[in-house]
Structures are given as C-alpha cells and as structure tokens.
C-alpha cells in the first residue's frame, strides 16, 4: 500500500479547517504529526499561517 504524502494546499486547507474550529496552532501541528508524521508542517509553519489567518489572509 503506497503512503499518502500530501500537497502544501491540501496542508493548508487542514490548517484552515483547524483554524476555523478555534484550535491553537500548536494543538493543531500535534494533530497534524499524529496524521501526516514527517510530512506534517512544522510547528513554525503551523504558526504562521495561522498568524496569517488571524490577520485575515486566506
């Protein structure tokens, strides 16, 4: 069985959806590692694009 590795815009589509529920950036980055492991984004990442969808850039 072939692993799914997943593209940047489905990543930010999940931090979205994450974001949308009220989650922290770093509940969510545990999440992610829990799912995706090494393909996660990183907890900066997580960070940032959630700081970037607090200022209302989608």
Excluded at 30 to 43: F, M
Aim: aromatic share 14%; hydrophobic share 35%.
């Amino acid at each position: 069985m072939s692993e799914f590795i997943p593209k940047k815009q489905h990543l930010r589509e999940v931090l979205l959806h994450y974001f949308i529920l009220k989650k922290s950036a770093a509940e969510t980055h545990r999440l992610l590692v829990d799912i995706y492991s090494e393909h996660a984004p990183s907890k900066t990442s997580c960070k940032e694009w959630f700081r970037r969808f607090n200022s209302g850039d989608f």
